[in-house]
């Protein structure tokens, strides 16, 4: 044994040929944490003192190669200064460049996952091979940095700048034939065949086949591109990524200008560039809330792991419902390999729900991302039926039909009487309350809410709603085929409205009155969209659909009259007298035409002017600021109340609920996260300089108090 530590070993395999090992002890998965590097470097020290030494493969006894940094020590490295950041990743570098500095030839056999530091580690040795299955990239963009360990200097010398610039600003996860055409990886083969791959380069450097040190200097040296094509290259690229980023994610342009800044140096310059660079970054309040955001997805999926030990099996689900939103949830639980049976009253919503599935699988075709045989598995998983047949083979039942009480208690007495005694059922509302719903149910310890988004494809939030009766192992087995249809849970507590709907009416409820005031609902969508909203409030009742809106508005006024009654007639309303119902019959506060591809665009439309008039109290140009603040107090203030209410079980859950259900700016990390930037007191003041709007503008006293003494909601 050369060295023997608890992350890495490195051992002779054959004829001088050493192998150095990652398997850190007590993980799943190897990643660049403290320990790691430090034995990195005792390792390198080793094998340069090892005589008769003639090359190194690298390797990982894990299913995934590196995973990346040990992101749970970032919160905590990122709150030095930068000059410590600075001195930290040169002190990480030294490591990573006594390996590529080795005096033989280095290969790394790439057997999984190999991300951020993971890759790095791979881009140090002279030649990499790696599995078909597995992936590479550089994705630190999405925590608001980017490489630190040499990535930016390595990649872009190894596969140029164009690439090294898709790779890095984009933050991809890149699949083996893509890593092979680009030049980021020199051969590609079997798992079981890396480690006899790799020696065979070795065997080919050392007989002087292929030169080792040469490619060695290329990716130490400067960028091979005169001043021309370095500025051209540079710049397009800056104004192509700025574009696609945004103002407000400045990492992506930032690696290109660090790239540009080292494209003329040699490595150990490049690399103090690049160290000053990430730096800057990881100051970056957005790095924070990312990193941050990470972090909380992390302690939502440990939630949810922990619920999954106490779930039943679902081997086979049904949905009540086949309209747009059953035909959802039938495709994505079929998708994911849960059959499921589709039942409706009619042949007409059968037919609507197959269609809808039909559709998304086609659109996974047509892009390549699945097979016809494919596509004709995933639809032999979805059963249609207009009676309760099967329903006793049953696990878990998701009720999607009208969102009307009444019926809702109809179908679900019916359904609990056609099912075993053990099996789950669940309600995808998305305001009635769990506990009314439970009412006349004979076993209410089987019920919950299991709330999807629209469309259900594409939103990654369920929210678990737990009533009073609700047992855990309702929870637990809900929990479990959430993430088995590929979502992420969060259990929420039941209320009207639950927690994203609840947060989300205050914020409409800013958006009415500010209307009602004289602000031009254009200019208030133009100004959240560039707050960091997917879409403005306009644009968002549009989508959402205004009898939806109205109906759930209803719901909440009911259950939280002092804040949520309107004592106003609102644009809101006049669009839905006006049968104005949004995307759904094209024209809502904007009117909608079909673009090329056959997605509804908006169009400005004067008559929404003419048709609001009467509501709207004059003309007012109120400035960005107090637009924000009027949206985002009410929004922020409700997230409290959740809180402090139990609705959600701590401030991570919360964040991560809007960030998931309604699309709440990620680089802000939450409304909660968004509370604690600003600071709790100036949030305090800022909210009561609007409290002559009322108690949607109140702070609570829990609030005040936090603000008082300084408390935050995180750390």
Not at 146 to 156: A, C, H, K, N, W
């Amino acid at each position: 044994m050369i060295y023997e530590g608890k992350a890495i070993t490195v051992k002779e395999i054959e004829g001088g040929i050493a192998q150095l090992n990652f398997d850190l002890q007590g993980e799943s998965v190897n990643k660049f944490n403290r320990l790691t590097i430090e034995e990195l470097g005792a390792a390198a020290e080793a094998l340069k003192s090892q005589k008769n030494l003639k090359g190194l493969v690298v390797t990982s006894s894990k299913d995934s190669f590196i995973v990346g940094a040990d992101i749970t020590e970032f919160t905590e490295l990122f709150a030095g200064s930068e000059e410590d950041l600075v001195a930290n990743n040169l002190k990480a570098n030294e490591v990573f460049n006594a390996i590529e500095d080795l005096p033989v030839p280095t290969v790394t056999a790439i057997n999984g996952i190999a991300l951020g530091g993971g890759f790095e580690m791979c881009l140090a040795t002279d030649y990499r091979v790696m599995a078909p299955k597995a992936k590479v990239g550089l994705p630190e963009v999405k925590l608001g940095i980017f490489p630190g360990f040499g990535g930016t200097v390595r990649l872009s010398r190894l596969v140029g700048v164009d690439n090294a610039v898709e790779w890095i600003a984009g933050g991809t996860e890149n699949r083996a034939d893509a890593a092979l055409k680009t030049g980021a990886v020199d051969a590609v083969v079997e798992a079981d065949k890396l480690v006899d791959a790799a020696v065979a380069i070795i065997n080919q450097c050392n007989e002087g086949k292929l030169d080792h040190m040469g490619r060695r200097e290329e990716k130490k040296g400067k960028i091979k591109l005169n001043a021309m094509e370095s500025m051209m290259a540079f710049e397009i690229s800056k104004a192509f990524v700025a574009g696609k980023a945004g103002k407000n994610y400045p990492a992506p342009v930032e690696a290109i200008k660090t790239m540009q800044k080292h494209a003329s140096l040699t490595r150990d310059k490049a690399i103090e560039v690049e160290a000053k660079g990430f730096a800057k970054m990881a100051k970056t309040n957005v790095a924070a809330c990312l990193v941050g955001l990470f972090l909380n997805d992390q302690a939502l999926k440990k939630k949810a792991s922990a619920w999954e030990k106490e779930a039943s099996d679902v081997n086979l689900a049904a949905v009540l419902g086949a309209g747009i939103m059953g035909g959802g949830v039938a495709f994505q639980s079929a998708l994911k390999g849960t059959p499921i049976i589709m039942k409706d009253i009619n042949q007409d919503g059968i037919k609507l729900g197959l269609n809808e599935a039909k559709k998304l699988l086609s659109k996974r075709v047509a892009k390549g991302k699945m097979n016809a045989d494919k596509m004709g598995d995933v639809l032999n998983n979805i059963t249609p039926t207009l009676n309760y047949g099967d329903f006793k083979n049953v696990d878990l039942v998701v009720e999607a039909v009208v969102e009307n009480p009444k019926v809702k208690d109809a179908v679900l007495r019916e359904t609990e009487d056609a099912v075993r005694e053990d099996t789950i059922l669940t309600s995808n509302t998305s305001t009635i309350s769990i506990n009314l719903l439970a009412k006349n149910l004979k076993r209410p310890e089987n019920f919950c809410g299991m709330h999807f988004f629209n469309p259900v494809h594409m939103m990654p939030l369920v929210e678990v709603i737990r009533g009073e009766k609700t047992s855990d192992r309702a929870i637990a087995t809900t929990v479990a085929y959430a993430k088995a249809m590929g979502k992420t849970p969060i259990v929420v507590n039941d209320c009207p409205g639950f927690l994203v709907n609840r947060v989300l009416f205050p914020y409409f409820g800013g958006f009415a009155a500010l209307v009602r005031d004289g602000a031009d609902f254009q200019k208030i969508d133009k100004v959240m969209e560039k707050f960091g909203w997917p879409m403005g409030p306009a644009y968002l009742l549009d989508v959402v659909g205004m009898d939806t809106a109205r109906h759930a508005n209803e719901v909440m006024a009911d259950g939280f009259p002092d804040r949520m009654k309107a004592d106003f007639k609102s644009a809101i309303d006049v669009m839905f007298e006006n049968d104005r119902y949004g995307q759904k019959n094209d024209k809502g506060f904007y009117r909608y035409e079909e673009d090329k591809k056959g997605k509804p665009k908006k169009v400005v439309d004067e008559e929404t002017y003419k048709l609001i008039e009467p509501v709207v109290n004059g003309s007012k140009d109120f400035d960005e600021e107090e637009i924000i603040a009027r949206m985002m107090i009410p929004l922020c203030l409700e997230t409290v109340r959740c809180l402090e209410d139990n609705i959600v079980e701590d401030p991570a859950d919360a964040d991560m609920g809007l960030i998931y259900g309604i699309g709440f700016p990620p680089f802000r990390g939450g409304a909660l996260r968004y509370i604690d930037d600003m600071g709790v007191d100036k949030f305090v003041e800022l909210a009561d300089k609007y409290a002559d709007l009322g108690p949607l503008y109140a702070p609570t006293e829990k609030l005040r108090e936090m603000a008082k003494t300084g408390k935050k909601f995180f750390g």
